[in-house]
T-cell receptor, first 115, second 111 residues
Framework: EPEVTQTPSHQVTQMGQEVILRCVPI?????FYWYRQILGQKVEFLVS????????KSEIFDDQFSVERPDGSNFTLKIRSTKLEDSAMYFC?????????????FGEGSRLTVL | RKEVEQDPGPFNVPEGATVAFNCTYS??????FFWYRQDCRKEPKLLMS???SGNEDGRFTAQLNRASQYISLLIRDSKLSDSATYLC????????????FGSGTRLLVRP
C-alpha cells in the first residue's frame, strides 16, 4: 500500500537553529500539506501546497516557516530559527485531489524537540 | 465557540458495547466532514467520510445534521482494537484545502 514517508522520525535541536523536515508524498498525489500537533493538543493545519506554490497557510505559518518541493518526490518544511514552542509532532500529508471529498493520507510524523 | 467541539472523554466501555460520539462545528459553510482515528503518538488515519444521508461501514455509522451543525459516530460491538482517540474533522471556512480537527474523544474498550 502506498504511504507517505517522513524523515527524521525524531529531531532534537537547540533554540535558534534551523531545522528541515522531509516528506515523500504518495507518488500520484498532487496536493501536499503540513500539520502539527503539540503534545496533548489537537492537530493543527500549517500549510497546503499545490502546483509548486502555497495554496493556503495558517496564522501559525509565519516567516520562520517555509516549504519547498525541491525535486519530483520530496516535500520539505523548514523552520529557520526554532523556538521552544515549535516543539511538536509534524505530520506531512498528501491527497490525490482537493480535500473535499478526497482522502488525506498522513505520514507517521517527525517529532521535533527544541531545547 | 470552538470551530470543532468534541467531548474529550474518556469513554470506558466493555467489549461488545455500543458507543456514540458527538461533535459540533461552528462554520455553517463547511462542506466536508470526516471521522479520523488516532492511536497514541501515531498519525491520524481516516476512518470514514460523513455524508448528509448518513453512511455505514461495518460496525461504524456516521450521521450529519447540517441544520444543527452536528456530527455523530456510532460504534457497535466494540473491540479492544477500537481503543483510540476519535477525531471529528471538517474542512475550513474559506477553502477546501484546510482541515479543522477537533481535540478528539478518547475511547477505552476493556475486556
Amino acid at each position: 500500500e502506498p504511504e507517505v514517508t517522513q524523515t527524521p522520525s525524531h529531531q532534537v535541536t537547540q533554540m535558534g537553529q534551523e531545522v528541515i523536515l522531509r516528506c515523500v508524498p504518495i507518488s500520484n498525489h498532487l496536493y501536499f500539506y503540513w500539520y502539527r500537533q503539540i503534545l496533548g493538543q489537537k492537530v493543527e493545519f500549517l500549510v497546503s501546497f499545490y502546483n509548486n506554490e502555497i495554496s493556503e497557510k495558517s496564522e501559525i505559518f509565519d516567516d520562520q516557516f517555509s516549504v519547498e518541493r525541491p525535486d519530483g518526490s520530496n516535500f520539505t518544511l523548514k523552520i529557520r530559527s526554532t523556538k521552544l514552542e515549535d516543539s511538536a509532532m509534524y505530520f506531512c500529508a498528501s491527497s490525490e485531489g482537493q480535500v473535499a471529498p478526497g482522502e488525506l493520507f498522513f505520514g507517521e510524523g517527525s517529532r521535533l524537540t527544541v531545547l | 465557540r470552538k470551530e470543532v467541539e468534541q467531548d474529550p472523554g474518556p469513554f470506558n466501555v466493555p467489549e461488545g458495547a455500543t458507543v456514540a460520539f458527538n461533535c459540533t462545528y461552528s462554520n455553517s459553510a463547511s462542506q466536508s466532514f470526516f471521522w479520523y482515528r488516532q492511536d497514541c503518538r501515531k498519525e491520524p488515519k481516516l476512518l470514514m467520510s460523513v455524508y448528509s444521508s448518513g453512511n455505514e461501514d461495518g460496525r461504524f455509522t456516521a450521521q450529519l445534521n447540517r441544520a444543527s451543525q452536528y456530527i455523530s459516530l456510532l460504534i457497535r460491538d466494540s473491540k479492544l482494537s477500537d481503543s483510540a482517540t476519535y477525531l471529528c474533522v471538517v474542512n475550513g471556512r474559506d477553502s477546501s484545502y484546510k482541515l479543522i480537527f477537533g481535540s478528539g474523544t478518547r475511547l477505552l474498550v476493556r475486556p
